[in-house]
């Protein structure tokens, strides 16, 4: 059973930092790709950024020279460290691992972790 756990949400003031993680487990993570999306209120989920098998990152430009993605794949893991962060970040945060096999798309999602930026 695959199973992604998220976890260093929280509350931050403006111009703060958060490094979120999200475990993967049930599947050999260096196959995948790595992703994090984010769902604000009333707005539909979008894409962060992700981080490919072979260690190629991809930002949205909301968050290029803010955010950084990485992983670690004998954790399992993946993180995002976020700094200066806007009130227009707030948001739950989601992970996502994605692999193609035989030309179908396989991807896994985890439950979210809640960011809030306010003062």
């Known amino acids: 059973q695959v199973q992604l756990v998220e976890s260093g949400g929280g509350l931050v003031q403006p111009g703060g930092s958060l490094r979120l993680s999200c475990v993967a487990s049930g599947i050999i993570s260096s196959n995948y790709d790595m992703g994090w999306y984010r769902q604000a209120p009333g707005k539909q989920r979008e894409l962060v950024a992700v981080?490919?098998?072979?260690?190629?990152?991809i930002y949205a430009d909301s968050v290029k020279g803010r955010f950084t993605i990485s992983r670690d794949n004998a954790k399992n893991t993946v993180y995002l460290q976020m700094n200066s962060l806007k009130p227009e970040d707030t948001a739950v945060y989601y992970c996502?691992?994605?692999?193609?096999?035989?030309?179908?798309?396989?991807?896994?999602w985890g439950q979210g972790t809640q960011v809030t930026v306010s003062s």
């Open positions: 996502k691992v994605q692999r193609i096999v035989v030309q179908t798309i396989v991807a896994y």
């Open positions: 981080i490919t098998s072979s260690g190629s990152a």
